[in-house]
């Protein structure tokens, strides 16, 4: 089973809000990644985490904050986002973090809007 | 210079018709290719990883030239539910991501 879920599907926050993404996977995988897509345009690494800590941040502003309380789950913690912020947000596993060697398993993403 | 480039499309084919994309990486030390399928407003989904003796599952066929630097993917006999947007993935010291193909197929 190639399964990772996210939740919720949608959010809408203002730009005050504190909001959590959540994404949980029960392959073994080890390595964990949020990526953000705009519409029309392909994702774009955010963050990878590798055996639970954070291997790759891609300059991603301060008011995105990950976190991986263990193997199988991945947090991402929004504060003071801003309109642009709005996007898909992309969950992703894979069994290694072996720089961009094994396959890469999606979850269906939150499509988020800040208000 | 994008790390992995793809002609953005549409193509716009009819039913039956054979369709191929291209994809061209610029990092000689990439070590892993795939192709996904993402459908709108859906998430990416793996269609097939992309092997040096190249490889074939029923009507797709993907190709690499490592030499030239692409990969390629031959889609035969399309079906409606091929529309879709095709996106190149190549491994290096990370995963980097084409722009997308889209691809119409209309009866």
Redesign the interface.
Known sequence: D?EVTQTPKHLVMGMTNKKSLKCEQHMGHRAMYWYKQKAK???E?MF?YSYEKLS?NESVPSRFSPECPNSSLLNLHLHALQPEDSA?Y?CASSQRDR???????????T?LTVL | RKEVEQDPGPFNVPEGATVAFNCTYSNSA???F?WYRQDC??????LM?VYSSGNEDGRFTAQLNRASQYISLLIRDSKLSDSATY?C????????????TKLNVKP
Do not use: C, M, N
């Open positions: 190639t345009k392909p994702p690494l990878v790759i898909l992309l720089g961009g060697s094994d396959t890469q398993y999606f979850g269906p993403g499509r | 990439s070590q892993s795939f407003r859906k998430e990416p989904k793996l990883s996106l993935v190549v491994g290096a010291d990370k995963f980097y991501f084409g722009s997308g």
